[in-house]
T-cell receptor, first 117, second 116 residues
Framework: GAGVSQSPSNKVTEKGKDVELRCDPISGHTALYWYRQSLGQGLEFLIYFQGNSAPDKSGLPSDRFSAERTGGSVSTLKIQRTQQEDSAVYLC???????????????FGPGTRLLVL | AQSVTQLGSHVSVSEGALVLLRCNYSSSVPPYLFWYVQYPNQGLQLLLKYTTGATLVKGINGFEAEFKKSETSFHLTKPSAHMSDAAEYFCAVSTAQRGATNKLIFGTGTLLAVQP
């Protein structure tokens, strides 16, 4: 079946502009995660959505970052007033949370490579 | 707090040689442990995971890992390296802590090179 998809695959923007990154999880997966992969910080958790529960936003690095998940499916990560340090690969993952919880495999998309000039 | 340490950011082996990628974790509660592989310009793909039960876990592409609680380790091995194994490998930990987000905490990764 179809895996996790992300768009765009690459995004180049100018400092100060806003960007939106999209994630389409695997159909039926109730849990959705955003991670960021950068040279300086490695792979770090950003935000977690599980069903209709309030998202865990504890990993968002600043209030310029926000995310939403509409209809329990597609998610959008928004970065306002982008800075050069926001340059990274943004990875989305989804999983069957159900009763398995943390033992469930997270399936990753190919990522969006963001470059802020 | 949980953490993962991967010893060796770069490992180079010859084709046909043993692959050993080291991972140590820190967790105050029983961990769930994962190994992911990332090929250039791609997302992460699960190689194997340990949740409960048998401590020797077999994964895809001939890889396996053994959970050793006494050593807080989850090293990844493969008896014979192939050129196609060249990639970056990430060890990650999560827990079943009630109420906690099921996020993965990743190590810094090990870049595996396979020499002909």
């Amino acid at each position: 079946g179809a895996g996790v998809s992300q768009s765009p695959s690459n995004k180049v923007t100018e400092k100060g502009k806003d960007v939106e990154l999209r994630c389409d999880p695997i159909s039926g997966h109730t849990a959705l995660y955003w991670y960021r992969q950068s040279l300086g910080q490695g792979l770090e958790f950003l935000i977690y959505f599980q069903g209709n529960s309030a998202p865990d936003k504890s990993g968002l690095p600043s209030d310029r970052f926000s995310a939403e998940r509409t209809g329990g499916s597609v998610s959008t990560l928004k970065i306002q007033r982008t800075q050069q340090e926001d340059s990274a690969v943004y990875l989305c993952a989804s999983s069957l949370a159900a009763s398995g919880g943390a033992r469930e495999t997270q399936y990753f998309g190919p990522g969006t490579r963001l470059l802020v000039l | 707090a949980q953490s993962v340490t991967q010893l060796g950011s770069h490992v180079s082996v010859s084709e046909g040689a043993l692959v050993l990628l080291r991972c140590n974790y820190s967790s105050s509660v029983p961990p769930y442990l994962f190994w992911y592989v990332q090929y250039p310009n791609q997302g992460l793909q699960l190689l194997l995971k340990y949740t409960t039960g048998a401590t020797l876990v077999k994964g895809i592409n001939g890889f396996e890992a053994e959970f050793k609680k006494s050593e807080t380790s989850f090293h990844l091995t493969k008896p014979s390296a192939h050129m196609s194994d060249a990639a970056e490998y990430f060890c990650a930990v999560s827990t079943a802590q009630r109420g906690a987000t099921n996020k993965l905490i990743f190590g810094t990764g090990t870049l595996l090179a396979v020499q002909p």
